[in-house]
């Protein structure tokens, strides 16, 4: 009761300048930037926010991680699903260089961040201090902005430039660096909310002239294809992509991250890009005569050999980055603006027809793929149960509206390939950077950022282990996450290259491991193991259907290779089917 | 590979010489000569940077840069469009050995003598890195004790756009 009073009555004369402590200004800055959750591991240099949380607990609730990086996971996949920054703190030295891989894959997959790591007190710095890093000149390359704090005075402006930058034009992440002594000290409080940097254009002007042009192609085109990036689901333009869609009667393509921007079970949709991506849209990036790509960057991964890359057709790229555009891939029309506004000003301009045969081409060659590889791997008959099998099984059981967090590797392909996702924003992964052990910690974070969402996570057995730690979160907050283990005693996507490219010589991808149920049952959590075809929809069903965390562990067959496949330096066109 | 001059300015800020220079050696870029100081606006750095890189890649090198926050505007440059001078000091022991010839040469060269003192003399030249290193050779055979040359500084022929929006931010601030 104490501790609700205290902060009312902060509320009513924040407005006004006070006299408090840096830790205190701090805490407050978060709450007036409506941040809610707050996801983190104490420590020494640290210890005077987590002092000050300590009375705001009505407002800012934290969660606390069983190592940092789960705590990075967690907050990125808190802010893709709530739309929000997602908020850690963690101390100095080894607290803060383990946040450097969340930042590094939140910087690549564009996820708003503000990371709050302590510091030693500003006079040793630079004497090699206990705990002491440059954390400045470590996270340079993989945020969005950075910097350090040696002030009490200089916090609420920084945090108010943090969250701004953060979450304005390309959203990354930012880190603040705050010296123990800049928390204890006393400064003066107000805080006003960051609207302009002189030296950063988030939203860029647009440019009426290229959203002619581009309209003129798409008009004109008779073989378009549609790339919906993920700038769909961060600028949330699916209702815009839609309508757009529809109007112009052009066949779409998600990338790994755009997935879930465009329902699965739509006509027009086509499938996914990439090296494990959809036979169809693949193929006919090499036939289409438009290409028009939206929030997404052409990563290698799409594109396979940039030289064989679409040279017939004329692109139209819109990205809120100008960094973006003509980096990998030379474009017609590039188009600066965010995904929802470009899309908005195009579709007063755009019409279309249905595309008959161009839509046929598309059927073609999904059919080649569902009899080659998808009936195979998805129906298998083998004794062993396939990836395929369990997450087409999880997509009907969920009716693709659940939230599904993958790790990296085969089972995130597969999944990525037979999720039907069918409901917007559900699909959490890591795609630029590949982290291995993201999935579970960003499930966590998911089904904080929505309490009511079924959140399903699935991982492979080896990048289960390296976050495996963080199950004490889901027990301790009790939350209803759904983890999946798709074991094949392998690292499955390495072991598929050595199968593929290195003459079958299994160098270091053999895993002998533990006993997953007893591990995930001493952490409390309801625990099964399948290894039956005849056992998978049964454990499935129970496992969504129960109101608690459970964890699934499934013995998949080891042999099996996600396909299609563009190799390493083929093109688009050249992908294999066996 | 092609030389290329580029010209970044940021706001003055702890750090963003750091970010600016990672953007090279991230992509194993060596940077020939750089020169940080404060542009005609107070508070604004101006970077005179000298890079070889492939002409695909200068692009990219310099909106890389622009990204960077607190950078206001990065401009590559090659060498016909910019007219651009380094400064070099000589310091050479005082001798005998000079005698006549070392005023013909500083005449010649378009040098000047900036000190001279019973030890030793300082010469400056300002121009091209090759001239100046010309002088450098010459000057060798009388004991050069000391050559320092200053990275490159460089005004461009267009850029007239920027300086105005410089001009801008001076009076908003």
């Not at chain 1, 390296?466 to 996450?481: D, F, G, S």
């Not at chain 2, 401009?75 to 000589?90: K, N, P, R, S, T």
């Amino acid at each position: 009761m104490e501790v609700a009073t205290k902060t009312q009555d902060t509320n009513t004369i924040c407005k006004t300048t006070e006299h408090l402590s840096g830790a205190e200004i701090l805490v407050r800055s978060l709450i007036e930037e409506e941040v809610e959750n707050i996801f983190g591991y104490i420590g020494g240099a640290i210890m005077p926010v987590y002092d000050a949380l300590y009375d705001h607990q009505d407002k800012l609730l934290h969660y606390q991680a069983r190592h940092e990086q789960g705590a990075t996971h967690a907050a990125q996949a808190y802010a893709r699903i709530s739309k929000k920054p997602g908020v850690c703190f963690t101390t100095s030295g080894p607290g803060a260089t383990n946040v450097l891989t969340g930042l590094a894959d939140a910087y690549l997959d564009s996820t708003p961040l503000v990371i709050i790591t302590g510091q030693v007190a500003s006079g040793f710095l630079g004497s090699d201090a206990f705990q002491e890093t440059n954390m400045i000149g470590l996270s340079m390359p993989v945020t969005k902005w950075n910097f350090q704090i040696t002030k009490a005075e200089e916090i609420a402006e920084v945090m108010a430039k943090a969250f701004y930058i953060a979450r304005s034009g390309r959203p990354g992440p930012v880190l603040i660096d705050i010296t123990k002594d800049a928390q204890i000290a006393t400064a003066d409080y107000k805080y006003k909310k960051c609207e302009k940097i002189r030296s950063y254009q988030p939203t860029p002007e647009l440019d009426m002239n290229q959203v002619e042009a581009a309209a003129e192609l798409i008009n004109g085109a008779k073989k378009p294809l549609l790339l919906a990036g993920q700038g769909i689901l961060l600028s949330v333009a699916e209702k815009e992509l839609m309508e757009f869609v529809e109007k112009t009667q052009i066949p779409v393509a998600c990338t790994l991250l755009g997935l879930s921007s465009f329902p699965t079970d739509h006509p027009l949709y086509t499938g996914m890009l990439g090296m494990h991506g959809n036979y169809a849209p693949n193929m006919n990036t090499n036939e289409c005569d438009v290409l028009i790509a939206i929030g997404m960057r052409f990563d290698d991964r799409v594109t396979g050999d940039t030289a064989k890359y679409a040279k017939q057709a004329k692109i139209i790229h819109i990205d809120i980055d100008r960094s973006e555009h003509n980096k990998n891939i030379k474009v017609e029309v590039p188009l600066l603006a965010d995904a929802k506004q470009a899309l908005t000003e195009l579709n007063k301009l755009v019409s279309g027809t249905k595309k008959l045969e161009w839509m046929q081409s598309f059927k073609t060659y999904s059919q080649l793929e569902f009899d080659k590889v998808i009936k195979k791997q998805a129906y298998s008959d083998r004794e062993k149960i396939n990836m395929a099998e369990v997450v087409r099984t999880v997509s009907e059981h969920t009716n693709g509206e659940a939230i599904l967090c993958t790790d990296v590797g085969q089972h995130q392909m597969t999944s990525a390939r037979y999720y039907e996702f069918k409901k917007t924003n559900t699909q959490i992964t890591s795609g630029g950077l590949g982290t291995m052990g993201f999935g579970l910690p960003a499930a966590i974070g998911a089904q904080i950022g929505d309490k009511d969402a079924k959140v399903v996570s699935i991982s492979g057995d080896g990048g289960f282990q390296m976050t495996l730690q963080e199950l004490a979160m889901i027990r301790q907050y009790n939350l209803p996450v759904k983890a999946i283990v798709l074991n094949n005693s392998f690292l499955g996507m390495v072991r598929q290259w050595q199968d593929l490219f290195f003459d079958q010589r299994f160098s270091c991808t053999r895993l002998d491991n533990p006993d997953f149920v007893k591990i995930v049952e001493g952490y409390g959590i309801q625990a099964k193991r399948v290894s039956k075809r005849e056992d998978l929809d049964a454990a499935i069903k129970e496992m969504l259907e129960l109101p608690d965390a459970y964890f699934l562990e499934v013995v998949v067959e080891t042999e099996s290779n996600v396909l299609p496949m563009i190799a390493p330096g083929a093109a688009v066109s050249e992908m294999r089917l066996e | 590979m092609k030389e290329y001059t580029i010209t970044v300015f940021s706001e003055n800020n702890i750090g963003l010489l750091n970010e600016v220079t990672i953007v090279f050696s991230r992509r194993k870029i060596n940077i020939e000569s750089l020169t940080v100081s404060e542009s005609e606006v107070k508070g604004v750095s101006r970077y005179t940077i000298v890079a070889y890189m492939d002409e695909g890649k200068v692009e990219n090198v310099v909106l890389q840069i622009e990204k960077i926050i607190g950078v206001f505007k990065a401009l590559y440059f090659e060498a016909e469009e910019i007219v651009h001078q380094e400064v070099a000091l000589f310091k050479i022991a005082n001798s005998t050995r000079l005698n006549g010839n070392l005023e013909a040469m500083v005449r010649k060269h378009g040098a000047k003598i900036l000190t001279v003192s019973p030890e030793f003399l300082v010469i400056e030249r300002v121009g091209y890195k090759a001239e100046n290193q010309e002088l450098f050779h010459e000057l060798e055979q009388y004991g050069v004790l000391q050559f320092a040359r200053s990275g490159r500084v460089a005004v461009s022929c267009l850029e007239k756009d920027f300086t105005s929006y410089l001009k801008e931010l001076a009076e908003a601030s």
